[in-house]
């Protein structure tokens, strides 16, 4: 079992920036793919942002340009820098982490973009 723990949430003002933090019980050198779901209250889940075994990255295109998915693998940990953040940013980000077709998900840390 694989367990992830997402930190780094809180209350921001718009064009403000959170750095989110998934640590992971297991290297996530073994990872096949990492990466950061969100969703808002009566909106149906959003892929965010992934990173590869190879770091290669895709964003939603909602996040494009403003939000930044890294690793560490020696820290076992996958990184959201998320910039210039808008009221429609406000949701539960939650990390996964996949391995041989299996996804492993965190709690969720909530963000919340209001002035």
């Known amino acids: 079992q694989v367990r992830l723990v997402e930190s780094g949430g809180g209350l921001v003002q718009p064009g403000g920036s959170l750095s989110l933090s998934c640590a992971a019980s297991e290297s996530i050198f073994t990872a096949n793919r990492m990466g950061w779901y969100r969703q808002a209250p009566g909106k149906e889940r959003e892929l965010v942002a992934t990173?590869?075994?190879?770091?290669?990255?895709v964003y939603a295109d909602s996040v494009k340009g403003r939000f930044t998915i890294s690793r560490a693998n020696a820290q076992s940990t996958v990184y959201l820098q998320m910039n210039s953040l808008e009221p429609e940013d406000s949701a539960v980000y939650y990390c996964?982490?996949?391995?041989?077709?299996?996804?492993?998900w965190g709690q969720g840390t909530q963000v919340t973009v209001s002035s």
């Open positions: 990173i590869t075994y190879y770091y290669n990255t």
């Open positions: 996964f982490y996949r391995r041989d077709s299996v996804d492993y």
